[in-house]
């Protein structure tokens, strides 16, 4: 079996991947008469002809280290993930080689950053760590075959 450590998230180490969701230093512009800062556009909703669709996402936790034996896809478009909780989760992801999972890269998520997966990028199924927890999810809901599952020779993720 594979080990692997996860890493503290950066926008440079994710850019392959997708992009992070959290505020930046400076706000894009004030609203509300001055009382609400618009971080605008972080990420684009990739959505190969469909609609884009907002849903929350349950999820049970895991604990590091933890072992990860699926990886998925959603080739028509992106996926957003945004926690709606205080606690830090675990992101995996993989390059793609010929249509399948390359080695993965796993990535701490500090509390309160969302990430948005680029459409077509293997990654690992929501994963809170420690205890359940609440996503706030945009991604694409249309005509097509939007999700590829794999099975991967299992890998484990330490903290």
Avoid: Y
């Amino acid at each position: 079996m594979t080990t692997i450590k996860a890493r503290p998230i950066t926008a440079e180490a994710f850019a392959p991947f997708g992009e992070l969701l959290a505020p930046r230093e400076q706000p894009s512009k004030l609203i509300n008469a001055g009382r609400c800062e618009r971080h605008h556009a972080l990420a684009t909703v990739e959505r190969g002809g469909g609609e884009a669709i907002i849903s929350i996402f349950r999820s049970e936790p895991v604990s590091l280290p933890h072992d990860c034996a699926l990886l998925e896809r959603h080739p028509l478009g992106s996926q957003a993930f945004m926690p709606l909780g205080p606690d830090p989760w675990l992101s995996v992801v993989a390059p793609d080689e010929n249509g399948r999972p390359g080695a993965p890269l796993a990535f701490l998520v500090p509390a309160g950053m969302g990430v948005n997966l680029r459409a077509g990028v293997w990654h690992g199924v929501l994963t809170p760590l420690d205890r359940a927890a609440d996503f706030l999810v945009v991604d694409r809901e249309g005509e097509g075959v939007n999700l590829e599952e794999v099975l991967i020779a299992p890998i484990t993720i330490e903290p």
